[in-house]
């Protein structure tokens, strides 16, 4: 019966509709919708809101050419980033072994794909992964006693592993340009931008999560993440998504960055 209103939703004219609506916001994105995934421009324009690609400015896709996914846990960013656009590298990049496993079952035979097993920080040498019930949850950085008492015991870090670290800079000191930067570090983002210089010179756009309360004893939040991409580096904030709320505040969103130096005509000047 499901499965009977589905079809009779995509067959009646709202439905006619509704793709058409689809497609073309996906186009005015940049992606190319194929004739076999008509029925599918609902989901895909979910995952564009969910993954924060439909933040990037119209016709941006189509110039992803090399995307670097740093937190990818077991790959949720870049299966919906899969399902919208085939750049001709992905880099994913994440600490857990355990997720890893799954990373690469998904994704290892993938000739664009390259998978690195490390943490991204602001140095090359080891360092100490707490990691959660709830793996999306894991970190460098301890989570605070309130967001565990907030989130419940998902957040609890049930067991702690030493895991190679790495720079940006350093894994990545063999691409010539990187198209889209999504980073997704659980607080750690400060670290891993203070490792990155080169990197973020390379950089058109950069997806990061800005948050809007402290979770993790000593991480970041969004007033020092903005600050040190606008003072320290040549981007500026172009859109970010509608924040998540926890206990009735707003806690995280993601935020979009454009670099005005390799980008400028996506970033006019500031207004006088």
């Known amino acids: 019966m499901k499965a009977l209103r589905k079809l009779l939703k995509y067959v009646l004219p709202h439905g006619l509709v509704e793709i058409a609506k689809n497609r073309r916001a996906l186009q005015d ?16 324009v979910h995952e564009a809101e969910a993954s924060g690609l439909d933040l990037l400015p119209a016709g941006s896709w189509r110039r992803l050419r090399c ?6 846990n077991v790959g949720q960013w870049s299966t919906m980033l899969l399902d919208l656009i085939t750049p001709e590298r992905l880099v994913i ?21 390259q998978l690195h097993n490390v943490a991204i920080g602001d140095a090359d040498g080891v360092t100490r992964l707490r990691i959660t019930r709830d793996t999306t949850g894991a970190s460098v950085l301890p989570p605070r006693d309130e967001m565990r008492e907030l989130i419940g015991q998902n957040w609890a870090v049930e067991s702690e592993i030493e895991v190679p670290m790495k720079t940006l800079d350093t894994l990545l000191s063999d691409t010539a340009e990187i198209s889209l930067l999504k980073i997704d570090v659980q607080g750690f983002e400060k670290a891993v931008l203070a490792g990155a210089s080169l990197s973020l010179t390379k950089t058109d756009f950069l997806l990061v999560e800005l948050n809007y309360m402290p979770q993790y004893v000593g991480g970041s939040w969004l007033g020092e993440i903005h600050e040190i991409l606008t003072r320290d580096h040549s981007f500026v904030l172009v859109d970010a998504s509608k924040p998540l709320r926890l206990n009735g505040r707003a806690s995280m969103s993601d935020g979009l960055y454009v670099n005005t130096q390799r980008l400028p005509d996506f970033a006019p000047r500031d207004f006088v």
Do not use: C, M, S, Y
Request: aromatic share 10%; hydrophobic share 40%; net charge neutral.
């Open 93 to 113: 990049i994440e600490p857990q072994p355990v997720p890893f496993a799954e990373l690469q079952r998904q994704f290892g035979k993938r000739p664009n794909v």
């Open 29 to 44: 994105l940049g992606g190319t919708v194929r004739a076999g995934d008509l029925w599918r421009t609902e989901w895909l």
């Open 67 to 72: 995307v670097v996914d740093v937190g990818a």
